[in-house]
């Protein structure tokens, strides 16, 4: 599919944009370049664009499921400052109503922590859910987002995850940036000096809000740090870098790594000298003029870079700091090494799963294993089933990022069960998460003395599940016919639900917790289910019991510490059938999770591992199955009884007696919201700003260029307006427009002027040119029909105005003149469909999937009594062969009805036929057909380069054909072999691309190659 060659600015203010946000975190980041020109992407999907075509990509549509009634709230802390405005759904009250005091103690918390009060009120911005979250256009977000905040306004906004703890522990962290972003802006202030927030590099901004947001290091932080000090593998890049290195990219990399040197700088210098880091910031802006010529030690000149400031302030070298950093980090995880009762060799991993496991399940006697593995960089799931005693018997249960599978939750919560011949998993389809029950068959072979194991896989059955937004931790009852879970219903709380599979009852659900306690972990034993709760004393998630008869819920374990993943343990002693084994991470723990037995009101530790464990589940022949955290991966791990100590040097200890459960406490502090609360105001002047995009550019072939993107705080309506202005005023380039994305169906309008070349149809036997003015008014509808695909209408009636015939005869401008001259309105409309399944690397771009975008488009001159049809396709598909490397093989064609006056297309040279010059008139025609075939191989291994993301070698062949008669189709056919480089830069690529024509008979060939440069982005 066409899109129009972009003006200048755009393109000026969009590089500018990206190097801007490649300087600030995920979670904190405003918007990408292609979520920023999202709506130029409607536009320039309307008829009044040029049909100027380069390779097309639909992009993933960010769909509206819900329709928020947002309501707002100001409130302060009575600490002073400027408060907080809380943004939140008329519909979630009770949450909202939860928020405030965790919000207002983490605000406290953070003014003494930070010695500061913020001077600007803070707008936070509260969804119900996740799956809501994920939905909002404030911020260009992943499903691994837990929150973010905007540097530029202070604008924050994150889910409410049906789970206190972690809403504290996320809000906090969030509102550490704040804290951050106003004290460094009121300092530069003081010091009248540029903001030198930029300049600070990613892990001190995020490890300081994780420093703060978690008092130091945590017990998870513990356990990843002490894998990589004790555990490294510096051949995969696995090692610790150096204090100051900004190359560890990643949400270990920047959060965890930049979480211990902050927590370092705090714990060997104080936190006063922790803050004025911050408080001295400012000294970064002195200019460069300063830098030269003045001595390196002069405090007048300014520190040169942010490892130099950090020196200045602490009174240390950089080389001090460097190897006290590395002391403090072995003498806090080489003790706990040292005292490690089992080493990594003592287990045996199962080295045959694919990819990388993080969540498992297994069948009640251990042989079937049911596991979903992720992919580092992609982000993509899969769920696999295989039996443990044979490999090749694994099949591919599902797969995400596709239509009805949206995704599968990798990493962030366990989403299968098995028993019995019956699975079941979670997958997202659109607004909510359903359920897909599978049936199965295992059969059994002996093969060259081995066990062989066939399994194979009935249909799915679908449930969708009324009222529930999210699910995780499902299990099926003993006898596989009920399925009990945990579900985030629209109010954003989390409880136990079971569904009924088989019988009379099937698809009937029935809700057996309403609390705002978060349950997990459920595991379906007998007539009961074991789960975790947060109604505990400490508010960590504690063991509990439900009976499935009579629903009443028992503590079974309430300790100050973090439990997961219960387990019956089979016993031989009739005087211990309940048993159960469970993985517990106590206070003080120094990130030690490891595997209790409690029984009775009693526990006692099983373990000392060399690693750090998620999850267990049943395996073979009584012993068990740990998915742990080792040398920087997830690894599964087999347990068996003989690792565990025995009574004497693990004695049972009695637990306390319960006390009254946090969650009842925070209950009780829930601040009731008044009634009547402001309805958030979005055309309000107070709600608009100036967006990050902006830019300006004089010079060259332009007059000048301007573009600029306003908003609503919650980026659900924009104001674009560009301007470009080629050589005289008539060459004018510009467009103001209106988009509504706020609902589902998305709609925009607005005026418009702009111009292409056009080849002379008038008199067809001499190649002439002109150029064709259009101005008028556009608008169009958008209605996403998922993520994946969508449908899009457009209408434009605009005026057209012909003008500078080339005449190179010198003889026929006045006849041309007396048919073309003159401004005639001219009835444009188009209908769009485009699908888009693309895999995306965050370095390289896309490396597996499909796109397709289809137009029909028509439009009719009525002063002229003439009309054309113009339909235009663009499909492509990238086969991964292995790693990034991948194949791409695209097809594009282009058709229109024909005459005088209806559209030509013009093809960029790259990305279609590169063989020719971009600008080549053989590339100009009324129909054309594409085919091209592309290998990508990245060299990221053999290359690395301090500026661009990824560095791709590309090579490949394209065929195809630009005419306007379909006689001469074959005739003006063109094969073309090509080699070049692909440079990413963010969400940036450059291409430097060579191509050469290939003699196929009609005598159009080329002894020499050509070069072509291009400048496009990536589409997420």
């Not at 390779?55 to 907080?84: C, L, M």
């Not at 009579?550 to 219960?566: D, E, F, K, Y």
Request: glycine fraction near 10%; charged fraction near 25%.
């Amino acid at each position: 599919m066409h899109s129009p060659p972009r003006p200048r600015a755009i393109l000026f203010a969009a590089f500018a944009l990206t190097l801007a946000l490649i300087s600030w975190p995920a979670p904190a980041q405003v918007r990408t370049p292609g979520a920023a020109l999202e709506p130029l992407r409607f536009s320039a999907s309307t008829p009044f664009a040029s049909i100027y075509v380069e390779p097309a990509q639909p992009g993933k549509s960010n769909v509206a499921y819900w329709g928020f009634d947002w309501r707002t709230h100001d409130f302060g802390v009575g600490a002073g400052g400027a408060g907080i405005r809380l943004f939140f759904d008329g519909g979630a009250r009770r949450s909202a109503a939860l928020a405030i005091p965790i919000l207002s103690r983490a605000y406290l918390r953070l003014s003494l922590l930070f010695d500061y009060l913020p001077t600007q009120r803070v707008p936070f911005v509260l969804y119900a859910t996740q799956s809501g979250f994920l939905s909002t256009h404030v911020f260009a977000i992943g499903e691994g987002t837990l929150g973010a905040t905007d540097p530029g306004d202070l604008r924050m906004a994150m889910p409410f995850f049906g789970d206190l703890t972690a809403f504290e522990r996320v809000a906090t962290h969030e509102m550490a940036h704040q804290f951050t972003v106003q004290k460094v802006r009121d300092a530069a202030l003081d010091a009248d000096t540029g903001n030198p927030l930029a300049l600070i590099p990613l892990w001190f901004i995020e490890g300081l809000a994780e420093w703060a947001s978690l008092g130091g290091i945590d017990a998870e932080t513990d356990g990843l740090l002490r894998d990589l000090i004790v555990n490294p593998d510096p051949m995969r890049g696995y090692a610790l870098p150096d204090f100051f290195d900004e190359q560890a990219r990643g949400y270990f990399g920047i959060y965890k790594l930049g979480q211990a040197r902050v927590t370092f700088l705090a714990e060997t210098f104080g936190v006063p000298r922790l803050l004025a880091i911050l408080e001295r910031a400012p000294q970064l802006t002195v200019s460069a003029s300063s830098w030269f010529g003045a001595d390196a030690e002069d405090e007048a000149s300014g520190p040169r870079s942010f490892a130099e400031h950090v020196a200045r302030v602490l009174g240390s070298s950089q080389e001090a700091l460097e190897a006290r950093y590395r002391t403090w980090m072995k003498r806090r995880y080489f003790r706990d090494f040292f005292e490690t009762a089992h080493d990594a060799a003592d287990f045996e991993a199962l080295r045959t799963l694919e990819g990388e496991p993080d969540a498992l399940a297994t069948s009640d006697d251990g042989s079937l294993l049911l596991y979903r593995s992720h992919e580092q960089g992609t982000g993509r799931g899969r769920l696999y089933l295989e039996h443990l005693r044979d490999p090749d018997s694994r099949v591919l249960v599902a797969r995400d990022g596709r239509p009805g599978v949206e995704t599968l939750h990798p990493v962030s919560r366990r989403v299968a069960t098995i028993r019995k011949e019956r699975l079941a998993f979670v997958a997202r389809d659109g607004a909510r998460d359903v359920l897909w029950v599978r049936r199965f068959q295992v059969t059994r072979a002996d093969e060259e003395r081995r066990d062989r194991f066939t399994i194979e896989l009935e249909d799915a059955e679908r449930f969708d599940v009324p009222g529930i937004v999210e699910i995780l931790s499902p299990t099926l009852s003993p006898d596989a016919t009920r399925l009990a879970f945990v579900g985030i219903a629209d109010d954003s709380f989390r409880d136990i639900y079971v569904l009924d599979l088989d019988g009379a009852r099937h698809g009937e659900l029935q809700r057996l917790t309403d609390d705002v306690a978060c349950e997990g972990d459920l595991l379906w034993d007998g007539a009961r289910l074991l789960f975790t709760s947060d109604a505990s004393p400490s508010g960590k998630p504690n063991l509990f019991a439900l009976d499935m008869r009579t629903q009443a819920r028992t503590p079974l374990a309430l300790w100050n510490a973090q439990m997961s993943s219960p387990l019956m343990v089979p016993s031989d002693a009739a005087e211990h059938p309940h048993d159960i084994a469970f993985i517990a991470l106590p206070e003080g723990g120094r990130g030690r999770a490891e595997l209790w037995l409690l029984r009775g009101n009693s526990v006692r530790r099983l373990t000392e591992l060399p690693f750090a464990i998620a999850e267990i589940v049943p395996g073979e022949r009584g012993g068990f199955l740990a998915l742990a955290f080792w040398r920087g991966r997830s690894h599964v791990f087999r347990i068996w009884p003989s690792h565990f100590f025995d009574e004497t040097h693990a004695p049972f200890t009695e637990l306390p007696e319960p006390l009254t459960p946090l969650s009842a406490e925070i209950e009780a502090e829930r601040l009731e919201l008044p009634e009547g609360l402001p309805g958030y105001a979005p055309l309000s002047r107070e709600n608009w700003r100036l967006e990050a995009g902006v830019g300006a550019s004089v010079g060259g072939l332009s007059a000048g260029s301007a573009s600029l993107m306003v908003t609503d705080l919650l980026r659900d309506h924009l104001v674009i307006l560009d301007l470009a202005i080629y050589g005289r005023i008539e060459l004018t380039e510009a467009l103001a427009w209106y988009v509504d994305q706020s609902r589902r169906l998305i709609w925009g309008a607005g005026i418009f002027h702009t111009f292409e070349a056009r080849r002379d149809k008038t008199f067809p036997e001499v190649e002439n040119y002109f150029i064709e003015r259009h101005f008028g008014a556009s608008g169009f509808v958008r209605y996403p029909l998922d993520r994946f695909r969508f449908l899009e209408s457009s209408l434009e009636v605009r005026g057209v105005d012909r003008a500078d015939f080339t005449d190179e005869s010198g003889e026929l401008d006045s006849a041309w003149r007396a048919l073309n001259r003159g401004i005639e309105p001219e009835i444009l409309t188009s209908f769009q469909f485009g699908l888009d399944t693309l895999v995306f690397d965050p370095g390289c771009g896309p490396i597996e999937g499909s796109a397709l975008l289809a137009s029909l488009s028509a439009g009719v001159l009525p002063n002229r009594s003439f009309g054309f049809l113009r339909l235009q396709l663009d499909a492509s598909h990238r086969f991964r062969l292995m790693g990034r490397m991948h194949l791409l093989l695209r097809g594009a064609l282009g058709a229109t009805t024909g005459g005088r006056f209806s559209p030509q297309f013009f093809l960029a040279s790259i990305g279609n036929l590169e063989g020719f010059r971009f600008g080549d008139v053989r590339l100009i025609g009324d129909n054309f057909g594409v085919t091209n075939l592309r290998l990508n191989l990245p060299l990221d291994f053999v290359l690395q380069s301090p500026l661009f993301s990824s560095v791709s070698a590309v090579g490949g062949f394209d065929f195809g054909s630009v005419f306007d008669e379909w006689g001469e189709a074959w005739q003006r056919r063109s094969l073309s072999a090509m080699l070049g480089i692909d440079a990413a830069l963010g969400n940036l690529v450059l291409q430097f691309h060579f191509g050469r024509l290939i003699d196929t008979g009609n005598g159009l060939k080329r002894k020499s190659w050509v070069f072509n440069l291009n400048l496009a982005f990536f589409t997420f």
